[in-house]
């Protein structure tokens, strides 16, 4: 199918399937030396971090069926728009009940919305997907994921002016964006898009100036802030989006301001020239 300005993508609105997985401790405790985490290590009925459930659930695709780029062949749950370029750009997620590590879990996905627009730099599409996390008891986890399809960039075009992130912040902490880092998140979240590992593939294929930092990962960086700062805080909601990609050449800065009184916290990433590459807010209880 041709994903034309004129494509109808109304048919994939409404369109779900259901995952099944064990929140194993084994992969938990590996993401914990992966983030750097100083916490005990993580054991059945522990609470899993917030974020860290999209170490699971994994998309097993045969190798076979793989783009040049290391992700999936479009098509099956997705719609197949032909748009080459495919980024996490947000999401928005409700934490009602704590996901625990050891259960067993289920995932119901449904496309909310599928759009297309003409943007300064030509054709976008837009896909919100809803995915409900479910234990026995119900549900632990809903979320609003939006991802968007772009054409691919004049191989070496210099990225755009970007905006200034907010001023202070009681929450700093300067994050390494070295090649391990980049590869152990990829590995435990199996993603094979090779902008995340693959460097000579990254800088003469695609054009970047280097490795790109997972959209999933400065998320879960910036919610990790309150974890740090208040531990015994539980996270009830967060949102984020996605305004600048950060590159692993260079350190970047993950911040918050928190409103202990309100009980939340603005939070956003920092890139190393001073531009904002993420936002986004987190509430708890």
């Known amino acids: 199918m041709s994903g034309t300005a004129t494509t109808d993508w109304s048919k994939w609105v409404g369109r779900s399937e259901q995952a099944c997985d064990a929140i194993a401790a084994g992969r938990a405790q590996a993401l914990q030396a992966t983030l750097d985490d100083v916490e005990p290590p993580l054991h059945p009925g522990d609470a899993l971090p917030p974020l860290w459930h999209w170490a699971y659930f994994w998309s097993l695709a045969p190798t076979a069926q793989l783009g040049p780029d290391g992700h999936a062949a479009r098509g099956g749950f997705l719609p197949p728009i032909d748009l080459p370029r495919r980024m996490w750009a947000g999401s928005r997620v409700a934490f009602p009940r704590l996901l625990e590590v050891g259960s067993e879990v289920t995932r119901h996905s449904t ?13 976008l599409a837009f896909v919100t997907v809803e995915h409900v996390i479910s234990d026995d008891a119900g549900p632990c986890i809903v979320e609003e994921h939006d991802i968007v399809y772009r054409a691919a960039g004049e191989k070496g ?9 907010p001023a202070g912040g009681a929450w700093r902490r300067e994050v390494v964006p070295s090649p391990v880092l980049l590869f152990r998140y990829s590995a435990l979240t199996f993603n094979g898009h090779r902008i995340h590992y693959d460097q000579p593939y990254t800088t003469l294929e695609e054009g970047y100036p280097g490795l790109i930092v997972h959209g999933p990962l400065l998320a879960t960086l910036m919610i990790g802030q309150l974890r740090r700062a208040l531990p015994q805080a539980r996270a009830t909601r967060f949102s984020f989006r996605a305004r600048r990609p950060i590159f692993d050449t260079r350190p970047f800065t993950v911040c918050g301001a928190p409103d202990e009184a309100a009980k939340r916290a603005d939070l956003w990433v920092a890139d190393p020239d001073g531009y904002l590459a993420m936002q986004g807010e987190v509430s708890w209880g």
């Open 111 to 123: 496309i909310k919305s599928v759009e297309e627009k003409a943007g300064r730099s030509g054709r």
């Open 157 to 165: 075009a210099p990225l755009p002016s970007g905006e200034a992130p």
